[in-house]
């Protein structure tokens, strides 16, 4: 039974209010029907709040959920970053790209911007390691596209319309715009390819969604608009030109002349003392520039590499420890490897060891992760989400307490090539459970080989 039952007798404003209070409730006390049972990919959350919460029965349907309003309901997750910090866990996909049709509608009548009049959105808590039942609702809204973004989305979806009217739907990438993205959506192994009407080329089957970034920078206006964090340089005319000239001034300088300049605080002997470094040339006042606003919109990451004075101490690139819950349940496309590594630009700070303990910086590199490395993260992806799946993940404690030797079979270092699966960091172990199987296992981070990465910072640009 539900709690609610839809109708067209309901206001916008019921609508609003009865999903408000949903704020607060956690997923598995408003799954009546088991939903959840299975696992708690977003897919079976949102079919769970429709019907078992709004009386809608869940189908495929391409009619509005609300059908009475025509409001869509979007049930998406967010994680929390530190404190009242959050972040979108992925993107948030709109609807399919109609390449035959598309590219005879102005912005005014398209997809994307009806849905910005359109849009349930209801935000919940995913917590890392965490079954789905204890993940909470965060929030429920109308969405309404701020006026400011406007121009940037209609510019994002002219270029999609662009390529399809260049005969080149086959070559659209997801880089290629700012906010609103042309993400892949299919069953992907060639089996989703469709036609497109001014070349011979099958393409690739796309939706229209906006961007993990940009969600997050959404969400973070709505929840705590008081901790957003801005870059204090001048601002050029796109994003990357504003980093590059940011960046300029400060090749060839040691650390400690930058510091001085630049008045970072940070301990010399801190583990993050050149990103935090790296931070004080944007002028964060101490903030991490990862998580300002315009590099989170704008999807950029800065990552340090460091050129050690011994080469056999030069390190892997280490990226966030491995979430078991998403592993166990969402979609390669869905999860935040595929965030990370077809959604992010990286700008790689290159700090070469010329004397042992002293630093300089002296390059940057601008990396987009290529389609091989992207489907080398999925398979690898997809190889631990079939062992959890089919309980085939061993693990073995080889030391006298809980915090000593641990060893497990999850894939090693040379099988996935360039990545490797290893704890991140050194001290006692940190216990975490599996979903699925409630197996503990030693925390552990996704790290691209320092060889692969190297190869990327000394190739000359092309």
């Known amino acids: 039974m539900s709690v609610y039952n839809y109708s067209k007798e309901w206001s916008v404003e019921d609508i609003l209010k009865i999903s408000q209070e949903l704020e607060g409730q ?106 789905v039942n204890d993940f909470p609702v965060l929030k429920s809204v109308l969405f309404n596209l701020p006026e400011e973004d406007r121009p940037v989305v209609e510019g994002d979806y002219n270029q999609i319309i662009s390529m399809i009217k260049a005969g080149k739907a086959d070559v659209i990438s997801e880089r290629d715009q700012e906010y609103l993205g042309a993400c892949t959506k299919g069953q992907g192994r060639g089996k989703d390819l469709v036609k497109q009407p001014f070349s011979d080329k099958d393409a ?65 002997k801190s583990k993050s003392y050149h990103f935090d470094v790296m931070s004080s040339m ?12 315009e590099f989170i919109k704008e999807g950029y990451a800065i990552k340090t590499v460091r050129n050690r004075f011994y080469k056999n101490k030069n390190q892997d690139m280490s990226f966030p420890n491995l979430d078991f819950t998403e592993l166990s349940y969402d979609e390669f496309e869905e999860s935040s490897w595929y965030s990370m590594l077809a959604e992010t630009t990286y700008v790689l700070a290159i700090w070469d060891e010329y004397e042992e303990g002293k630093y300089r910086f002296v ?58 699966i290893r704890p991140k960091g050194s001290g006692e172990s940190v216990i975490v459970k599996m979903p699925m199987t409630g197996k503990e296992i030693k925390k552990k981070a996704l790290f691209i080989n320092r060889d692969y990465i190297y190869n990327i910072v000394t190739k000359s640009e092309d």
């Open 26 to 131: 956690y997923l598995g006390d408003l799954d009546k029907s088991g939903w959840l049972k299975n696992g708690g990919n977003k897919g079976r959350v949102g079919n769970m709040i429709q019907e078992d919460y709004f009386g809608i029965p869940a189908n495929s349907d391409r009619a509005a959920d609300f059908n009475h309003h025509g409001i869509e309901l979007k049930v998406t997750p967010v994680k929390e970053v530190r404190g009242s910090l959050y972040s979108a866990k992925e993107r948030l996909v709109l609807g399919m790209i109609n390449y035959m049709k598309d590219h005879e509608v102005t912005f005014e009548e398209s997809l994307p911007n009806k849905k910005t009049k359109s849009m349930l959105l209801i935000f919940y808590l995913h917590k890392e390691n965490t079954p």
């Open 204 to 268: 690739k089957s796309r939706a229209y969604s906006y961007k993990t970034g940009y969600m997050t920078s959404y969400f973070r206006r709505l929840m705590s608009p008081e901790d957003i964090t801005h870059i204090g340089v001048s601002k050029k005319v796109t994003f990357e030109d504003t980093v590059r000239e940011t960046l300029d001034k400060y090749i060839g300088k040691e650390d400690v002349v930058i510091t001085k300049e630049t008045g970072c605080k940070t301990s010399k």
């Open 282 to 293: 944007f002028k964060t006042k101490g903030k991490n520039v990862n998580q300002t606003e």
């Open 363 to 420: 390059n940057y590199k601008i990396w987009r992760p290529n389609q091989d490395l992207i489907e080398q993260a999925e398979k690898l992806f997809n190889q631990i989400q079939e062992m959890l799946q089919k309980d085939e993940v061993e693990v073995y404690n080889e030391g006298k307490t809980r915090h000593q030797t641990w060893s497990d079979s999850l894939p090693k270092k040379k099988d996935i090539v360039p990545f490797q």
